[in-house]
């Protein structure tokens, strides 16, 4: 793959489970908390932990996957539905689970795939159950401060 072409097309961040999520030009990233202005950061998602993890600060999802989703299912799935915070172009986020990688200048850590659940299918529709299965996006853990801006290069550490 070229990196020369992976970047951020969306940010996205939710007040609160029951909150839509909200496009941003800009966010900040937070070690052992997460995007600020997240529902996560604030512990309050629908799968904070009751002790902070680093799974639960970041998530990714690729623009390709969620386009495919809406194309195959005949769904109008959007990011929006998705309830992902950053959205990738060019690079297959699956690849960048155990792998350290940097969005802009701020260094994260990918985890674990982000399968779909059944929270995700009642709030949006029931075919991403089936329909994202390993297509569903990256958790990550924030691993240094700053600020993530949608058009960010994404490249793995050498």
């Known amino acids: 793959m070229n990196q020369d072409i992976w970047r ?18 800009e966010v900040r990233a937070v070690p052992g908390k997460g995007l600020d202005g997240d529902r996560y950061f604030s512990s309050t998602g629908t799968f904070s ?10 998530t990714f ?10 194309r195959e299912s005949r769904v109008p ?11 990738t172009e060019g690079v297959r986020v699956n690849s960048l689970v155990g792998i ?16 779909p659940c059944n929270h995700l299918a009642k709030i949006s529709f029931p ?11 990256l958790r990550a ?3 240094s401060e700053g600020l993530i801006r949608v058009g960010d290069a994404i490249r793995v550490i050498a």
């Open 100 to 115: 350290e990688f940097y969005v802009g200048k701020v260094r994260i850590r990918g985890i674990r795939l982000c399968e």
């Open 49 to 58: 932990p009751t002790r902070p993890s680093p799974d639960f600060e970041i």
């Open 127 to 137: 075919e991403t159950l089936e329909g994202l299965v390993h297509k569903g996006g």
């Open 8 to 25: 951020v097309t969306q940010i996205l961040t939710a007040e609160s489970p029951a909150s839509a999520m909200k496009l941003r030009a």
């Open 77 to 87: 799935f959007t990011s929006l539905h998705a309830r992902r915070n950053i959205v």
């Open 141 to 143: 853990q924030v691993l």
């Open 61 to 70: 999802i690729e623009q390709e996957q969620i386009e495919a989703f809406a």
